[in-house]
């Protein structure tokens, strides 16, 4: 595969054609992404949900369509989305945090299966819903390493059902709730399979209590490689060790995963000009025409997200901080060893695929920026509101 997100001079061009700053996405990437999760899981009974909150805009959810993926929603709007689209509604899981009343209603009115992450919904559920069937989330109380702020199943995260609440449950079920299946999602950008791997053995714990459960879903987590000498997750090895558990349940069960940033944050980058090279006191900044409102990742994850200056690919480099327009803190990158910056520049922040677009704003009423999408070498601005 030619990936056209390596290739300089096409970016420029796009660059320059449609302004910046621009979001440009790789068709063929995604396609290797899922081809990539669809071989590793190959011994596995597996579904993949695409969480769409990862990058939501229309024309990537439809690569995920055309590759048979189903989706996980985690709003109303994300799950009128995906309908509006053509996803049938046996492909739509949603999985929301703390949703109201009502929005439960639409997910149940529309048959769209539902993962509940607190008991505290089950009376709502029995009286209103007696003979919809649900999934329970649960928190598997597993602390990782990593990051906490995307930690989300650890003892003091709001995420699932904590598994000390299985008598609450079991309560419930004698009353004549329906489950059918368990979901969990340990957080994002896990480092090592072993530590999705604790979750997984306290799911599948749990899930002897549930006999006959249609699917454990195991969300996702899986680790991209943001910082050139970031280890990837070794999926091969992670499905092995879910297929032994598989065998060890007395009934039989699929698996879903949820994979987000697996599957489109390497598949796209954002494109920024430089408005000034500006001297500080110690430091050179490179300001440039973004900031939080395009990508937050840098400022709200501390995540390391690779530079290249598309203009000036040389040998003779500086030090900058990368900082965008905001009257805020907004550094994209500190002290960062660039090929010297002029005013003008394109600059190329990498894996900005997931979670980069879907978590703009307009914040000092700035625009956002452009979506361009390149799939065979056709390029097409899939901009949206
Ligand atoms: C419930 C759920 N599933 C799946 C995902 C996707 O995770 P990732 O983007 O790490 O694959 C998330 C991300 O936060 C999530 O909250």
Redesign the pocket.
């Known amino acids: 595969m030619t990936n056209p997100l390596n290739d300089n001079r096409l970016l420029l061009k796009i660059a320059k054609k449609y302004g910046t700053p621009v979001y440009v996405y790789s068709e063929a990437v995604i396609n290797r992404q899922i081809q990539k999760l669809q071989k590793d899981f190959k011994d596995l009974p597996f579904d993949i949900?695409y969480?769409m909150?990862?990058n939501e805009n229309p024309e990537i959810l439809k690569i995920m369509l055309k590759n048979g993926l189903g989706v996980?929603a985690?709003s109303v709007n994300e799950i009128k989305r995906a309908l509006s689209l053509g996803f049938e509604k046996e492909k739509i899981i949603y999985?929301p945090?703390c949703p109201s009343v009502n929005d439960l209603k639409f997910a149940f009115d529309h048959k769209i299966h539902t993962?509940i992450g607190a008991t505290e919904y089950f009376d709502f559920i029995l009286k209103n819903y007696p003979a919809t069937s649900i999934g329970l989330?649960i928190n598997p109380g597993n602390q990782i390493g990593g990051n906490q702020k995307?930690a989300?199943g650890h003892n003091d995260s709001k995420?699932g059902i904590p598994i000390n609440q299985l008598d609450v449950i079991k309560r419930y079920i004698r009353k004549g709730l329906k489950v059918d299946s368990l979901?969990l999602?340990t957080?994002?950008?896990?480092g090592t399979w072993q530590d999705l791997a604790r979750s997984v053995d306290v799911i599948f714990d749990f899930a002897k209590y549930f006999e006959g459960l249609k699917y454990i879903d195991l969300?996702?987590?899986?680790?991209v490689k943001y910082h050139p000498e970031d280890k990837t997750i070794d999926l091969k090895a992670y499905a092995f060790y879910i297929k032994k558990k598989i065998d060890a349940l007395p009934y039989p069960v699929r698996i879903k995963f949820?994979?987000?940033?697996?599957?489109v944050?390497d598949a796209g980058v954002l494109l920024v000009k430089v408005n000034v090279v500006k001297q500080g006191f110690d430091k050179k900044f490179v300001g440039v025409n973004s900031g939080f409102h395009h990508l937050i990742r840098p400022m709200y994850y501390d995540a390391y997200h690779e530079i290249v200056n598309l203009s000036n690919t040389g040998s003779a480099t500086e030090k900058y901080d990368v900082v965008g327009v905001l009257c805020e803190e907004d550094t994209f990158a500190h002290n960062r060893l660039l090929p010297t910056v002029t005013k003008d520049d394109i600059l190329m922040i990498k894996n900005a695929g997931?979670?980069g677009f879907s978590m703009s704003s307009v914040y000092n009423l700035q625009d956002k920026p452009k979506e361009i999408l390149i799939s065979g070498g056709i390029i097409t601005d899939i901009s949206h509101p």
């Open positions: 949900h969480a909150k990862a996980d985690v999985t945090s993962h989330r995307i989300t995420f979901h999602h957080g994002s950008d896990v969300g996702s987590g899986f680790k949820e994979p987000g940033k697996f599957l944050s997931a979670y």
